[in-house]
């Protein structure tokens, strides 16, 4: 699956608060069907189910897809979450209630809620395997889940895939290049 950076993702105030792959995207779409939403052409937001009954004429005209054997599905490249959070200009290290507000509590490895004293801070790159206390490095975990992770790095899911948790990214970067047209009435002013 795609791993380019082309998603931009919203706060529940519509303002952008980083910018994601793919495969995160859907696979936070899916986990939170009820919290988070694909922004349709229209500038509806749209559950994955109705997002993926769109016809062609309703997406995006350059509209990326994935495909599986049978099927392909459009890709969202507008995320709005409910995620209360701002965009800060510093880049600061979250603490773990920064973390469980970003995250609304849902542990980024097993998707599930849990309350504020089971989860944990998550190094996704083990700082024994160099990984840095930094907000690119960081997201939130349930202590089930942090501690069979332990310090394995790559992680595997049940499933096989590479784990691949969103991070907690105040200070994202938007490249010029990678700009989707209908990103722009989003990030006006916002800082390359
Ligand atoms: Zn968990």
Not at 71 to 88: A, G, H, N, V
Not at 106 to 112: A, E, T
Not at 121 to 149: M, Q, W, Y
Request: aromatic share 10%.
């Amino acid at each position: 699956m795609n791993k380019e950076r082309t998603v931009l993702v919203l706060n529940r105030s519509w303002m952008p608060i980083g910018i994601t792959d793919t495969r995160n995207a859907i696979k936070r779409i899916c986990r939170n069907t009820k919290g988070v939403r694909s922004i349709a052409p229209s500038g509806a937001p749209l559950s994955w189910d109705d997002w993926i009954s769109l016809g062609e004429d309703e997406l995006y005209e350059d509209q990326p897809y994935i495909y599986s054997a049978r099927d392909r599905f459009p890709i969202p490249t507008i995320l709005l979450t409910e995620s209360k959070m701002f965009k800060k200009s510093s880049n600061k290290i979250p603490t773990l209630r920064d973390l469980c507000d970003y995250f609304d509590n849902k542990c980024q490895i097993c998707g599930k809620g849990h309350r504020y004293k089971e989860l944990t801070i998550d190094h996704i790159i083990p700082t024994s395997k160099g990984g840095v206390n930094r907000s690119e490095n960081l997201t939130l975990a349930c202590k089930k889940c942090n501690n069979s992770k332990s310090d394995i790095y790559p992680f595997f899911s049940e499933d096989g895939s590479q784990l691949q948790p969103f991070t907690y990214d105040t200070h994202f970067r938007i490249n010029k290049n990678n700009v989707r047209k209908e990103w722009k009435p989003f990030i006006i002013g916002h800082n390359e």
